[in-house]
């Protein structure tokens, strides 16, 4: 096929709505390069071009256009469309704001520098310079006063018809996906604001944001598995943080009363809708502060933002209705077992009465199990997904939660929460263990179990042990998934969809 008929068949499957081929996107993109060869020649390289002046932009030019009709603007952006009329034609580019329409004539721009116009592609992106006015169909544009060429696109943007759809090309090429979907742009712009409502708000209540180490020896502060790496200088094993508690709390004992720090985590886990290896996190610790006001924080946080951010704490998710607003429903993990599977742990006291009962359900291990193990596996496998919230569980069995203070009404259980909202753990909260002698022994208990081969459980942390011993006062501490709250307030169906370049296998 030779270029002529190459040309044809490209605007055959152009003009027929058809996705066009990958024989022809490779001529398209072979006519871009020499479309640059030719501009080079001439003096005119693109890639030369240093700068433009940009003083104005598309939505305010049209949110303000009483006040801008008939003053020259200079504009910068990406050809979206581009419609010839014989000596005049006009193109959409699109800034950081929107779109807007320009007008570009033979007789103002000379008919040296049309021609040369009519070169351009979309993808190509220019710099304009002309009057505001109104089209005689009522569409707010710009009168073109001088257009120029400051980078040539070699690729091909997805055609106006079947645009990109596919997910996981959505997410390698998110550079792409940001161009020709707008609403992605609109939803990642929506989290920056999520995340400076988050700020403000703990910066309203005397919280310091701080900075604490991503690489570490110990990845502690949950029960997670690390991703592991080597230090070479050094010469030792060393480990991305899976959270940031610890370091926090050294802080408490340092004397920073509120402190927190959002950041990314890193957990050598599984990927599906809700979790991605790197994510983000936010951790807070409050001197002098319990269970009671970490609960008070979060759900006054959670509505106060979307209020802010969306201006109503009555927020819609994938076809379901949430009302964020204060108080949040409380509930026992124990009650939600007796609710949703039918054992009742008040009448249930000792391990082996919890082993027939894990038997009875069938739980694996079922044999070795302790009474609070078998709470927490119940709670998890039948009862997470009945709580669609706002609500807190409370009364953590002390096995599964190595960091936190015990009830002293219940020393089988501990002063923590997590807040559930559609069935997700958004927030997980504790009055913090500082009994130094209680924290070494189920630091050690949690020791022994990661050397039977359990690579979530925590790792001894001598360090944070001397800490408490130096003296951590009592001390309420919060941990939100700032990722699940975005996808929340964002409506976005996967986490994917709210991380700009989320991990991906390579092709």
Same mark, same amino acid.
């Given at each position: 096929?030779?270029?002529?008929?190459?040309?044809? *068949?490209?605007?055959?499957?152009?003009?027929?709505?058809?996705?066009?081929?990958?024989?022809?996107?490779?001529?398209?993109?072979?006519?871009? $390069?020499?479309?640059?060869?030719?501009?080079?020649?001439?003096?005119?390289? &693109?890639?030369?071009?240093?700068?433009?002046?940009?003083?104005?932009?598309?939505?305010?030019?049209?949110?303000?256009?009483?006040?801008?009709?008939?003053?020259?603007?200079?504009?910068?952006?990406?050809?979206?469309?581009?419609?010839?009329?014989?000596?005049?034609?006009?193109?959409?580019?699109?800034?950081?704001?929107?779109?807007?329409?320009?007008?570009?004539?033979?007789?103002?721009?000379?008919?040296?520098?049309? %021609?040369?116009?009519?070169?351009?592609?979309?993808?190509?992106?220019?710099?304009?310079?002309?009057?505001?006015?109104?089209?005689?169909?009522?569409? /707010?544009?710009?009168?073109?006063?001088?257009?120029?060429?400051?980078?040539?696109?070699?690729?091909?943007?997805?055609?106006?018809?079947?645009?990109?759809?596919?997910?996981?090309?959505?997410?390698?090429?998110?550079?792409?996906?940001?161009?020709?979907?707008?609403?992605?742009?609109?939803?990642?712009?929506?989290?920056?604001?999520?995340?400076?409502? @988050?700020?403000?708000?703990?910066?309203?209540?005397?919280?310091?944001?701080?900075?604490? &180490?991503?690489?570490?020896?110990?990845?502690?502060?949950?029960?997670? $598995?690390?991703?592991?790496?080597?230090?070479?200088?050094?010469?030792?094993?060393?480990?991305?943080?899976?959270?940031?508690?610890?370091?926090?709390?050294?802080?408490?004992?340092?004397?920073?009363?509120?402190?927190?720090?959002?950041?990314?985590? #890193?957990?050598?886990?599984?990927?599906?809708?809700?979790?991605?290896?790197?994510?983000?996190?936010?951790?807070?610790?409050?001197?002098?502060?319990?269970?009671?006001?970490?609960?008070?924080?979060?759900?006054?946080? @959670?509505?106060?933002?979307?209020?802010?951010?969306?201006?109503?704490?009555?927020?819609?998710? *994938?076809?379901?209705?949430?009302?964020?607003?204060?108080?949040?429903?409380?509930?026992?993990?124990?009650?939600?077992?007796?609710?949703?599977?039918?054992?009742? #742990?008040?009448? /249930?006291?000792?391990?082996?009465?919890?082993?027939?009962?894990?038997?009875?359900?069938?739980?694996?291990?079922?044999?070795?199990?302790?009474?609070?193990?078998?709470?927490?596996?119940?709670?998890?496998?039948?009862?997470?997904?009945?709580?669609?919230? !706002?609500? #807190?569980?409370?009364?953590?069995?002390?096995?599964?939660? &190595?960091?936190?203070?015990?009830?002293?009404?219940?020393?089988?259980?501990?002063?923590?929460?997590?807040?559930?909202?559609?069935?997700?753990?958004?927030?997980?909260?504790?009055?913090?263990?500082?009994?130094?002698?209680?924290?070494?022994?189920?630091?050690?208990?949690?020791? %022994?179990?990661?050397?039977?081969?359990?690579?979530?459980?925590?790792?001894?942390? %001598?360090?944070?042990?001397?800490?408490? %011993?130096?003296?951590? &006062?009592?001390?309420?501490?919060?941990?939100?998934?700032?990722?699940?709250?975005?996808?929340?307030?964002?409506?976005?169906?996967?986490?994917?969809?709210?991380?700009?370049? !989320?991990?991906?296998?390579?092709?």
């Amino acid at each position: 096929m030779n270029s002529e008929d190459s040309r044809k *068949q490209i605007w055959k499957e152009i003009e027929n709505e058809e996705e066009i081929s990958e024989e022809s996107l490779n001529e398209m993109r072979l006519i871009r $390069r020499e479309k640059l060869k030719k501009l080079q020649e001439m003096g005119r390289d &693109p890639f030369l071009v240093e700068s433009w002046d940009v003083k104005n932009y598309s939505m305010d030019i049209k949110n303000n256009f009483d006040e801008m009709e008939g003053k020259v603007v200079s504009c910068a952006g990406r050809i979206m469309a581009k419609r010839q009329m014989g000596k005049a034609s006009f193109i959409d580019i699109q800034d950081q704001q929107g779109r807007i329409q320009c007008y570009i004539r033979q007789d103002v721009i000379t008919p040296e520098e049309y %021609e040369i116009f009519l070169t351009y592609d979309i993808g190509d992106i220019v710099g304009v310079v002309g009057e505001v006015f109104k089209t005689k169909h009522g569409e /707010i544009s710009i009168k073109v006063s001088e257009i120029k060429l400051l980078t040539k696109s070699l690729q091909i943007l997805p055609n106006k018809f079947h645009g990109l759809k596919d997910h996981e090309t959505r997410y390698r090429q998110r550079y792409v996906d940001l161009i020709v979907n707008p609403e992605v742009k609109e939803k990642f712009i929506l989290r920056s604001k999520i995340i400076k409502e @988050i700020k403000n708000y703990l910066e309203r209540r005397g919280f310091l944001e701080v900075d604490t &180490p991503i690489l570490t020896t110990i990845a502690g502060g949950a029960n997670a $598995r690390p991703f592991e790496t080597h230090h070479n200088t050094l010469d030792m094993d060393m480990r991305l943080r899976i959270s940031n508690e610890l370091y926090l709390k050294r802080l408490i004992v340092g004397g920073f009363d509120r402190v927190y720090e959002m950041g990314k985590m #890193f957990r050598n886990e599984g990927m599906d809708r809700n979790h991605n290896p790197e994510f983000t996190s936010m951790e807070l610790y409050q001197a002098y502060g319990n269970m009671e006001d970490m609960m008070d924080i979060t759900e006054n946080l @959670i509505s106060t933002v979307a209020q802010n951010v969306l201006g109503s704490m009555v927020i819609e998710y *994938q076809g379901k209705t949430f009302d964020l607003t204060p108080p949040w429903e409380r509930l026992t993990m124990q009650d939600a077992v007796k609710k949703w599977v039918g054992e009742d #742990f008040d009448k /249930i006291n000792t391990d082996e009465e919890a082993r027939e009962v894990a038997k009875k359900q069938n739980l694996e291990n079922a044999e070795t199990m302790t009474r609070g193990l078998v709470i927490s596996t119940l709670f998890e496998e039948y009862c997470e997904k009945h709580l669609e919230g !706002p609500l #807190f569980i409370i009364g953590h069995p002390v096995e599964i939660s &190595p960091l936190s203070k015990r009830d002293p009404k219940d020393p089988r259980i501990t002063r923590r929460f997590e807040a559930y909202i559609n069935t997700w753990e958004i927030a997980n909260a504790f009055s913090e263990l500082n009994d130094p002698i209680d924290q070494y022994q189920r630091f050690k208990a949690q020791q %022994e179990q990661l050397e039977k081969g359990d690579n979530e459980a925590h790792p001894m942390d %001598e360090d944070f042990v001397n800490a408490l %011993e130096v003296g951590m &006062p009592p001390t309420g501490g919060l941990g939100i998934g700032i990722d699940r709250v975005i996808m929340l307030l964002t409506n976005a169906a996967s986490i994917r969809d709210i991380i700009l370049f !989320p991990t991906m296998k390579p092709l």
